[in-house]
């Protein structure tokens, strides 16, 4: 097996109609989602998905089950996760897939996969959903950290069942997925003794695994599954979830896509494909009508309520480009639409946050936005006349490495427009927090507090370009004459420079400020990971990736770095 | 030029006499540290260091000055950092050198560079030496960093100078000392202006650059030796530096050091290298006499005072087998001498503070300790019989990644003995805080105040093993039967690991918890460049690196990751 893997297009769209890999059930307030792994089930030929090993497909159904758990099941106030194998939870990621994996595509699968644990964390944090790991065998590396993910680990107490992180000594590589930030940083493990576990290949089970703190308790299987249970109504009656009794979930109903080499289309949200520029020129439109008069009308809209129905298409554009558009090294961003209608949007979520559905809509754009944020792509943002970037279509803009503003008009093409304006909104005030906790504007005017209150202080209004420039609101804001050059040379100049040092550079820019979990994660514990991942004693033809299975042993440069 | 760069064998030890590239001169309350690099000063051949660009020998000279100012120059309140070019501050590092350097030589350089620019600015914030950057003319690259490094920058304002950070523009590369974590969250430039400035090979300079807070003030020319001399007299009248009139400073004395090619003998410090097990076998040893009974006997001893001379002498060989001994992947700490003795020293420090040379000693133990905790080594700490981890010494225990102590005595050997004890003391409580800003019984017991608790109430006595086991102060704490078996297991299987994943796996572990602009370096920045400088698409033969300046363009792989 070579690294020369077919790479198919993958979508990300699926249902639990056509999940090969999980079973969710629900139960009044528990509901379980099992790991079934069909081992033929790759979503590339050339392995196959033993011990409940996993490959992107397997956590592409796990990322829309957590989703409609949310979304469609709004009365789940605890998800058992567990597996639906005899005595193995999971053996983490599958190693043959990752050992044939190109480089972007591990890097890839590892992104999406740490997006997923981190939503499950979300769900527990943020919405009441409460995650119970119910390790009815070994959790060994990747199976072991989307434990770490959940709120509170059961580990069969057996005398065989373990839990273990042994990417170290068996493939040379870091557990890629959290485990070694989340072991310390979230579970306190001390930190010799997870060295120590670390290297332990067989891993750690029974009373120790609970001394250590690696999992919360060990329980005999004669009494798992009544544990299990009871563990499980007590997390759900002691979830905050705003759902009243009689809750109804709402559909999330397949998402409408065009796709073809050179174009992606939505409703709401679309996408040119430049492959001459290498660039993706993307624009999200704000709503067609003005919005729902209340809270139920929100409801009846459901997946089709702009906010989510934009969000849904934007979060499926991410992972589309992100995954099979490696070359398009530059987004470029727009928006469409009136600002009013995207103010009452997001002011009728903001006014019932204790409403479920509005609170889950926000989230899930919180998590989206996120999404962009650790996008390895650079973030040009181009605000012009007719364009929305108010509230929270104006995040994107905030996201972005760079943003152009024009001043004034295009005079040959449309000298009556409007000229472009942006609006400060609510949304932009606290409810979108990045990963480091603070709100994209917090970031932007980090150590600068006077200007952050001037930015603030202009909510609610429009703001044209000299003015968005001298608040710091956006980047540059060029006139007529200057624009088309500016903006050419910007896009082209990016596209020059070294795809690798720009995923450096806005990594270390974009997270200015406190350090979180997850900005440990996709900064310390991901950049260390690439590099290892890609260095020949991990992938290498003699590396311990590659000669995992085959009886050789890895031979390595003993060169310590 | 090739990356196969003859290495030579690195010492550490210089003082001004010997430097080719500095000139340090003192007056009064100001010093004045000027850059001339010697263009055929290079420490390998194959290189100019032209434009004050620079190597680590370069480096190595400036870390000596910083140190001396220190301890020599007490009375030195305000150092001006400038350059003896004409119309150049610094080019940076010398980018044939770096194009020519093989992997660990590129990362061990800018670890060392890292560590000097903490270095200066912890003499800034801790000891009231302020350092000001004069820059006399373009600062590029890791001259513009090192000035990032300064309290407050100065930039000649004549229309050609600049500073700039063309790492990304002309090499494919970061700027790998600290430059994107300190444009953003040190000097807190806007992060879309940090991006463009990043881009822009260049450079910005004037009123331009003070706006985008790049520097502190831009003067003419005409102006500017008044200038400078004005403000470093100013910044001189604000420093807090604990010194009285008339302060003399003590001779950092030259290091007695016996160095073979198995061995490295210092008068507190010694090294056996074991190039079969890779191992080095480090002992450092308390005092052999009792403390001095006042500070003006530390004074008198100055570099003879045991903490002081200890410190030196382990600084010292830390760089030497960081540099010269890569395949030394594991390092066995031990220690030897009286506890009380150690305590002793420590409390001599302790209560004076307020003395200036009692205060520099301990923030030199503090950042000694600092550049152990940054080593890509795995530390084993052995607590056996005769050992002495106590105070002081006990943070050699609490930096390694596991320690083992013996329970018991080696009872074929000596029966006789002492059994092993370590003493948790003052020292261990607050003065010697990591990177992170915790101590390291902070960072061990993270989110376990308790256990802190119960392991800080044992301080001043003795604990021994199964005691400091139960208190979680060592990992392990086998008896005599099983310690041979046990500490062997360890170190071999350490040496059968990947040194890569060991590199992540230890840099992901030892700074659990909060994260600091210098956590941040050595986490996230130096990872992503360690990645961007193994990437082809910078040290490939058509890579950026590699092709500056031979009128090629780099030839990328598109791909984003």
Known sequence: ???????????????????????????????????????????????????????????????????????????????????????????????????AAPHPWKVNFCKFTNETRNGIEDATASSGQTYLAALNGTASGGGYELALA???IMLVDDRSSAVSLPELPLLGVLPGTGGLTRVTDKRHVRRDLADYFATKSEGIGGKKAVAWRLVDEAVPRGQWAETVAQRAEELAAQSTRPVGPGAKGIELTPLAKDRTGSQIDYTHVSARLDRDRRVA???????????????????EQGAGFWTLAMTRELDDLILDLRTNELELGTWVLRTGGGAEQVLAFDQMLLDHRDDWLASEILLYLKRTLKRLDVTSRSLLALIEPGSCFTGSLLELALAADRSYMLAGVFEETDPEAEPAALTVGPANLGPLPMGNGLTRLQTRFLGDPDALAAAEKRAGG????EDAERLGLVTFAPDDIDWDEEVRIAVEERASFSPDALTGLEANYRFAGPETLETKIFGRLTAWQNWIFYRPN?????????RYGTGQRADFDRKRV
């Open 462 to 465: 429009p703001i044209q370009a």
């Open 1 to 99: 097996m070579t690294s020369d893997m077919p790479l198919p297009q993958v979508d990300f769209r699926t249902d639990p109609a056509q999940y090969r890999h999980w079973r969710l059930e629900c139960a009044g307030p528990v509901a379980t989602l099992t790991m079934d792994v069909a081992e033929q089930g790759g979503l590339v030929p050339g392995y196959d998905l033993k011990l409940n090993s996993y490959d992107l497909g397997v956590d592409i159904e796990l990322y829309d089950a957590v989703q409609r758990l949310r979304f469609e099941h709004p009365e789940v106030r605890a998800v058992v996760l567990t597996s639906g194998k005899d005595k193995v939870f999971s053996a983490g990621a599958n190693i043959r897939m990752l050992a």
């Open 281 to 299: 020129e993307i624009t999200v439109r704000g709503p067609d009508g003005s919005a729902p008069g209340s809270i139920e009308q929100v409801h």
């Open 150 to 152: 959940c709120e509170h």
């Open 538 to 546: 991990a992938s290498g033809p003699d590396g311990a990736l590659r």
